[in-house]
């Protein structure tokens, strides 16, 4: 069960994450903060590499989880390519951004830190019992 509720968020999430990157942009209202829309792009893949990761570590009876989390980022970062290649293609308001790119790929990068650091935490919380 708890696979299928991971799998569902997950995907509910990527949904959301593929259709605020694809709606037309005069349809998004603008804010004038600069970047804010590079800290969104890490955003949107820092909760989607932790989601997807997730998702992976209930399929897997032994796991490796180091080898699910760079999973998770690669995941990440072809799917944020791939975003940025149909905005190219696909839309009149919106083209692909090389920033946008690495925006992704550094929210990513922050989940698999995130990840760690919170793994290690765990692990010294139960030596410690």
Known sequence: MLKNIFFWIALCWT???????????ND??????????KLVHAFFHFVFTILWFLFFKKQVKKKNQFKLLIAAVCF???FGIGIEILQDKLTTTRSGDFFDVLA?????????????FAKQIK?????IK
């Not at 949904?15 to 942009?25: H, Q």
């Open 123 to 127: 692990k010294n919380q139960n030596t």
């Open 15 to 25: 949904v959301v994450v593929g259709f605020f990157c694809l709606v037309p942009s």
């Open 76 to 78: 990440s970062l072809l």
């Open 104 to 116: 992704n790929f550094t929210g990513a990068i922050i989940a698999f830190w995130f990840v760690l």
């Open 28 to 37: 998004i209202p603008t804010v004038s903060i600069p970047n804010l829309d």
